[in-house]
Each structure stands twice: as C-alpha cells, then as structure tokens.
C-alpha cells in the first residue's frame, strides 16, 4: 500500500531543499577562504509596499548584509545557523517546538541569545531567507484560537496521519495548532466562516446555534489571530471558497485585527498568503453604537493615539474603514461586541446577524 502524500509533505520537502541550500551558500563561502555572508530582507516599515497581485503588504527589495568579516556581525550569524540547522532537525524528526521551547532548546545548547526576543527576532529573519513562515519548519507560537463547526479534518502529521475529526464534536471548539492548520479538509457542511474576535462570543454564538442556522464555521481568534489562524482562514477560503466575516470590538484595536486579517500585517509582511483580502469587517462598527444604543465607554488617550495612527495608514483609506474612523471622532466612544446583550443573550444571533449578513450581502 503506498504511503499517502498530503499538501503538507511538499511544503515541509520544499522548506528542507531552502535550508540545505542555505547551508551550502554557507559551507561554499568557508571552502573558497571568503568570509560567509547572507543577504537578508529588511524588515522595516519603510521597506513594505502593496503588492497588487497578492492584494497585501510585503516586504520590498531592499536587503541587509549579514557577514563572518564584520566582527558584529559574528554572533547573529552563528546564531541565524543555529536556528536553520534546529529548524531541519525538527522536520527530519517529524518534532514541533514553540517559539519559547526553541529559546530553552539553544540556551541548554549553549547558544548565546539574551532573551527569547532575540531569538524571536532571528527565527523570522530565518523566514525571509527562505520565503516560508516559521509554521512550516515546525516552529509556532503557543495555540490560543479554536474553531467548531461543521467540517471533518484529516490529520497529516506524524503519529495522527489519516486519523479524522469532526470539528463540531466539541463545544470548546478545537485547539488551532499544527496539527489542524495543516490538516487535509474531507467533508464540509457549511457555507461562509464567522471569525470572532471575542471568547464570550465565540461561545455564544456555539450555544446559539450559529453554526447551524447560518450554515458556519466558528473561528475565535483570541484578539490578533495567531498566524496559524490566519493561514487556516485563509485555506478556507480559497480551497473551499468560503466568504468570510469577521467581528471584532468596536474600538481601534478591534478595528485593526480586522485589517491585518485582510490586509495583513506589517510585522508579518515577509510571508506572503495569510491575510484574507477578500474578508469583510462585519462590525461591530463604531456606527452601530448609535444605531443599536449600545452601552460604551470614552475613549482613553491611548485609544485616541491609535485612532491617529489608524487615519494615517495606508490601509484604513477606503470605506468602511475610513467612514468608522470618522465616527470615532464624532461619538468619541467605543464598545465590545458583549454590548449586545444589554437586549438579551440570544440578540446578537437572532436579531444583529441576520441584519449584518443582509445589509453586507445588499453591497
């Protein structure tokens, strides 16, 4: 019997074929006598422009040079190293490792880096040398977004390979790590993806029956999605073209976890395909306050920062990002999406939803 070959066993084969050669630039360099060096993408806000193609911000052309001949330059590098070859143990051994194991793995190795910051840092230069995100060389934040809804999953990942889940089997809803993100999608019942930026809402609109009444994949993201969430939306999207709709608070940090989903994020913009720019920000806008009497609160100096900072991004130009940017300004408010329940529990599903989804489908 032939041994099964998921989406996930080429990337992890393509990532392997980067790293090696990565390793032979490297070992090249040591065997003409000329010092090693790398070219490494610059990561700075002024280095990121829109990419019409991908519909997102990514990285521009300019590069930083990383050299053994610059005695500063000695220890990133060794440590850049260090990273790539623990990032092809993890793959060859089928092993996983947050980015905070990853920081105790190279201090017990003996690997110099400061704080887990540093090697923070050096893991997502190593993502733009090789053009793939971290996730994809078996390295990840620790998991706080789920997913519950009508869709069966089959693992691919060593020691689970085959095995299938039925993601409305658990009212928590199910953990998004590795394991799901790369999961292969087998069957699925729903027809559009609610992504919640709230738990107590999440668990709402599960309780509700959200899920079945709109025909939806439930997705909590904890407040800014994890990467890992981000790709699994995305695929989502495009392998089972499902629209997708996310809700956030209605304040500027609500406001901007919608954007970097469909937009992406500046953090983020050396990997590419993780935003969603076809998603659509269903609220709860800052003009639903008004519309809906919802209790809220002033906005504090620091939310009114954001907002500026918000006004002067590229990304919140267009409508409805700059039309609720400008109701910030007149309401000087803001509210959570728990607002709604001053109507009763069962009002953001009964009564908010089904009056978004109209209104946005109208569009």
């Not at 989804?357 to 569009?363: G, H, P, T």
């Amino acid at each position: 019997m032939s041994k099964q070959i998921y989406a996930s066993d080429k990337i992890k084969q393509a990532v392997l074929e980067r790293l090696k050669k990565l390793g032979e630039r490297v070992v090249s360099d040591l065997e003409r006598g000329a010092f090693p060096r790398l070219e490494i993408p610059a990561r700075t806000t002024s280095n990121i422009v829109y990419d019409e193609r991908l519909r997102q911000y990514v990285l521009g052309s300019r590069r930083m040079e990383r050299t053994a001949r610059n005695v500063r330059h000695l220890r990133p590098f060794a440590q850049l190293l260090w990273i790539a070859a623990f990032a092809k143990q993890l793959i060859q051994r089928g092993k996983t490792s947050t980015l905070r194991d990853t920081y105790y793995v190279a201090i017990g190795e003996g690997i110099d880096f400061e704080d887990q910051d540093e090697s923070d840092e050096l893991i997502m230069q190593l993502e733009s040398i090789l053009d793939f995100p971290r996730e994809d060389f078996n390295i990840f934040p620790e998991e706080r977004a789920s997913i519950y809804g009508d869709l069966v999953i089959e693992y691919t990942v060593p020691g689970f390979r085959g095995k299938r889940i039925d993601l409305s089997a658990h009212p928590d809803g199910f953990a998004i790590g590795p394991a799901l993100t790369t999961a292969e999608f087998v069957k699925c019942g729903a027809e559009q993806v609610f992504v919640i930026e709230k738990g107590a809402v999440f668990a709402r609109f599960v309780e509700e029956g959200a899920d079945k009444k709109y025909k939806a994949i439930l997705i909590h993201t904890a407040g800014q999605s994890p990467r890992n969430c981000r790709k699994l939306i995305r695929r989502l999207h495009d392998e089972l073209n499902l629209p997708i709709y996310v809700f956030t608070d209605a304040d500027p940090w609500g406001v901007h976890i919608a954007s970097v989903l469909i937009h992406g994020s500046a953090l983020s913009a050396h990997i590419k395909e993780i935003n969603v720019p076809d998603a659509v920000w269903a609220g709860v806008w800052p003009s639903d306050i008004r519309r809906y009497k919802l209790p809220s609160m002033k906005l504090s100096e620091r939310d009114i920062k954001r907002i500026q900072e918000l006004e002067n991004d590229p990304r919140y130009q267009n409508d409805p990002w700059r039309r609720e940017i400008k109701e910030f300004w007149k309401i000087k408010r803001k509210a959570e999406l728990e607002a709604f329940s001053r109507y009763g529990l069962e009002f953001i599903v009964e009564e908010f939803l089904p009056e978004r989804l109209a209104e946005l489908q109208k569009r």
